[in-house]
T-cell receptor, first 111, second 112 residues
Framework: GESVGLHLPTLSVQEGDNSIINCAYS??????FIWYKQESGKGPQFIIDIRSNMDKRQGQRVTVLLNKTVKHLSLQIAATQPGDSAVYFC??????????FGKGTRLSVIA | DSGVTQTPKHLITATGQRVTLRCSPR?????VYWYQQSLDQGLQFLIQ???????AKGNILERFSAQQFPDLHSELNLSSLELGDSALYFC???????????FGSGTQLSVL
């Protein structure tokens, strides 16, 4: 079946550097994409979302990029801080189907 | 705080037993979703309810069932528990169909 996946299971970055977390999706019918952050012992927390009619969306220190041609989604975190250490999930959805989540990337920020 | 409340936070039980997980969605949200998260899997969608009616079903075992009540809270019932059912169970809610989900803090189920 179609699924959402992540290129890297772990990512270590230096504090203050920018982080890029990647995600590949295979369902060409997906029109809604979303990133979640999950800290240890907590539920996933919404970060940012984007619809397929856009290719870029910015939030506070975060940017999501969508490349529909290659079915690729990325989350950029500017000036990464220790508090950004968590597992990040991408998810895709379309119309009547519930969100499908990828397996997650663990981001570790090195002070 | 997402506004989604799940109880209990932790549950320890034995194989063969039955448990009920409870979820109160954010005020005004009509959709409730249940997800299972285990160490070697991501967030696996189990089931969705919208305004009291089942809307979508995912990888939910026949031993599991759920319902959404008129006050919109939901319960997930897990029966004939097996060791492999040990996982984090999350409830999420949304105001619109399949839009941004708000997750509760989960119920950690341990089957011994």
């Amino acid at each position: 079946g179609e699924s959402v996946g992540l290129h890297l299971p772990t990512l270590s970055v230096q504090e203050g550097d920018n982080s890029i977390i990647n995600c590949a999706y295979s369902n060409s019918a997906s029109d809604y994409f979303i990133w979640y952050k999950q800290e240890s012992g907590k539920g996933p927390q919404f970060i940012i979302d984007i619809r397929s009619n856009m290719d870029k969306r910015q939030g506070q220190r975060v940017t999501v990029l969508l490349n529909k041609t290659v079915k690729h989604l990325s989350l950029q975190i500017a000036a990464t801080q220790p508090g950004d250490s968590a597992v990040y999930f991408c998810a895709e959805g379309s119309g009547n189907t519930p969100l499908v989540f990828g397996k997650g990337t663990r981001l570790s920020v090195i002070a | 705080d997402s506004g989604v409340t799940q109880t209990p936070k932790h549950l320890i039980t034995a194989t063969g037993q039955r448990v009920t997980l409870r979820c109160s969605p954010r005020s005004g949200d009509l959709s409730v979703y249940w997800y299972q998260q285990s160490l070697d899997q991501g967030l696996q969608f189990l089931i969705q309810y919208y305004n009291g009616e089942e809307r979508a079903k995912g990888n939910i075992l026949e031993r599991f069932s759920a319902q959404q009540f008129p006050d919109l809270h939901s319960e997930l019932n897990l029966s004939s528990l097996e060791l492999g059912d040990s996982a984090l169970y999350f409830c999420a809610s949304s105001s619109l169909y399949n839009e941004k989900l708000f997750f509760g803090s989960g119920t950690q189920l341990s089957v011994l």
